[in-house]
């Protein structure tokens, strides 16, 4: 294994990509070689991220048989989601792509969620937890075959995110921590709105690092990947803290 991953990891259609997931309860890890995903390793970890996630890339490195030498390029999930755990995962992925000198392939956990979806003439509404009572979402649909984004991201109460739902006219799937957290609030506005709805269940509510290394070789492939310092988290609002001291200061 570990020589068979030397050899492909300097072809360009089967680049060594090494993802990341922190962004959201889960962390995960994954090795890739293009199509193949070669080792992957995920927990659910609320508070743990920066403890795990250093021991999980050793050990899904060691699983794949390949060196830090063989990895051409570093994806990781850049958001929304909680932000410690988005910064833990993006200052991991930073610092070994700088150390390594090799791009980067920011993608949304939004996105991410939504890949994971089989294709479907559904709308895909991806839903994440945003806490206090907020959600980060977005719309999907699959256009001749390929998976659009067709509105915005953007962080927003529950009810706003249901009604722009509506507002398609949809048959919808809603997808994420998010939607299954506040189910009943989503069912209140859309039952008896949209023709027909449904919710995925626990195993689709987290983004994870093996379809992001899925986005990531479609994007390597294209060469769509920048350098280390220029990636950006996406956030979508303050964070808490700041929201906080910003409530302090006008009170």
């Not at 839903?127 to 991201?153: C, F, H, M, N």
Request: aromatic share 6%.
């Amino acid at each position: 294994m570990g020589q068979t991953a030397h050899i492909v990891g300097r072809l360009d259609n089967f680049m060594i990509i090494l993802s990341i997931d922190t962004a959201t309860d889960g962390v995960s890890v994954a090795i890739s070689d293009g199509a193949r995903v070669l080792a992957s390793s995920e927990m659910r970890s609320e508070k743990q991220h920066a403890e795990v996630l250093t021991t999980m890339i050793d050990f899904v490195r060691k699983q794949a048989g390949v060196t830090f030498g063989d990895v051409g390029a570093v994806a990781v999930d850049i958001g929304p989601g909680l932000f410690t755990g988005m910064r833990v995962g993006i200052a991991s992925a930073k610092a070994i792509a700088q150390v390594l000198d090799v791009p980067i392939i920011g993608v949304t956990s939004l996105d991410i969620l939504a890949t994971a979806v089989s294709e479907t003439d559904d709308v895909i509404a991806c839903v994440i937890d945003a806490r206090r009572g907020e959600v980060y979402w977005s719309l999907y649909r699959y256009i001749d075959g390929k998976l659009r984004q067709v509105t915005a991201p953007q962080a927003s109460t529950v009810e706003e995110c249901a009604l722009q739902t509506i507002d398609r006219g949809q048959a919808t799937l809603f997808v994420g921590n998010g939607a299954l957290r506040y189910r009943n609030e989503i069912e209140l506005v859309v039952a008896g709105v949209l023709p027909s709805f449904e919710f995925a269940d626990e195993m689709a509510a987290l983004p994870t690092a093996v379809v992001l290394a899925q986005i990531a070789h479609e994007r390597a492939l294209r060469q769509e990947w920048q350098e280390a310092d220029t990636l950006v988290p996406e956030y979508l609002r303050l964070p808490d803290a700041e929201i906080n001291w910003a409530t302090r200061s006008a009170s």
